[in-house]
């Protein structure tokens, strides 16, 4: 069992409700350490978007230099260079 199969997953909207649950309750104390866990998450969240487009254009670049690649040999071959 790794340590993230321990702990649930925590999201935004959880932080956010027990930040308005200590409103209620006017107990404050832990309001500063629950808004450092909302910018973690948030974060976290951008972070992941920002890696998803990523990877999403470097799928299109690479089928881009395969199909150049392609066309590369098949030239290659037509003007009697030798095969791999």
Known sequence: MSYYDTFPNRTLC???NEM???NE???YSYLLGL???CQYLGDKMEAALSDKEDV???SEERSTL???IKELRKEKKELGGADE
Do not use: M
């Open 56 to 58: 999403r254009r470097w």
């Open 66 to 68: 395969r199909k150049e």
């Open 14 to 16: 959880d932080v956010l």
């Open 35 to 37: 808004i450092e866990e």
């Open 25 to 27: 309750t006017r107990n």
């Open 20 to 22: 308005r649950k200590a």
